[in-house]
T-cell receptor, first 114, second 115 residues
Framework: DAGITQSPRYKITETGRQVTLMCHQT?????MFWYRQDLGHGLRLIYY???????DKGEVSDGYVVSRSKTENFPLTLESATRSQTSVYFC?????????????FGPGTRLTVT | GENVEQHPSTLSVQEGDSAVIKCTYS??????FPWYKQELGKRPQLIID?????GEKKDQRIAVTLNKTAKHFSLHITETQPEDSAVYFC??????????????FGKGTLLTVNP
């Protein structure tokens, strides 16, 4: 579990501000994912990435931007934060696309937009 | 896209009883079905998974069954213990890689095991 980390763990920001959540993994996993978790909605996929410089939208990607210039990092940016983006954000990584493997989750970032 | 329905949303059992959580999925191309457990304030962790070429899989007190014809799969926990109390998520995905390499999660079941 120590192989995937997120920062910050807690963040309070104001509506309209840009916020970047960081995710770093030390396993050299190919796939990385961003989810948001809200009560009553479970885990919803925001973006995912198959490798460096390859990203795809998930089901709730509006208002978010990602990049993946290095295999180990997958930052998520809220371009102009809104109250509806208050949530717990989880990053995850997985080893291989050839045989779906376990997704390892980071500890999460609790974001509050005021 | 894939849609995963999970029931019940909450489940309360007495210690030692069995618990069953059921999920249905919509995309017949899905062939990988993991279950994750999330304790309060913690990250989700995989507890068991099943692939479409298998109908049932067991790991100690936990078992998962899959009915591909009906597009549903279930988690069975026997001899429940207080430490089984958590939120359980089912998920469905495809092993074809590329842009299809993603999981769709159910909304979760809060399991409470009463001593």
């Amino acid at each position: 579990d120590a192989g995937i980390t997120q920062s910050p763990r807690y963040k309070i920001t104001e509506t309209g501000r840009q916020v970047t959540l960081m995710c770093h993994q030390t396993w050299s996993h190919s796939y990385m994912f961003w989810y948001r978790q809200d009560l009553g909605h479970g885990l919803r996929l925001i973006y995912y990435s198959a490798a460096a410089d390859i990203t795809d939208k998930g089901e709730v990607s509006d208002g978010y931007v990602v990049s993946r210039s290095k295999t180990e990092n997958f930052p998520l940016t809220l371009e102009s934060a809104t109250r509806s983006q208050t949530s717990v954000y989880f990053c995850a990584s997985s080893e291989s696309w050839q045989w779906l493997n376990e997704q390892y989750f980071g500890p999460g970032t609790r974001l509050t937009v005021t | 896209g894939e849609n995963v329905e999970q029931h019940p949303s909450t489940l309360s059992v007495q210690e030692g009883d069995s618990a069953v959580i059921k999920c249905t999925y919509s995309d017949s191309a899905s062939n990988y079905f993991p279950w994750y457990k999330q304790e309060l304030g913690k990250r989700p962790q995989l507890i068991i998974d099943i692939r479409s070429n298998v109908g049932e899989k067991k790991d100690q007190r936990i078992a998962v069954t899959l009915n591909k014809t009906a597009k549903h799969f279930s988690l069975h926990i026997t001899e429940t213990q207080p430490e089984d109390s958590a939120v359980y998520f089912c998920a469905a995905g495809q092993t074809s890689g590329g842009s299809n390499y993603k999981l769709t999660f159910g909304k979760g079941t809060l399991l409470t095991v009463n001593p």
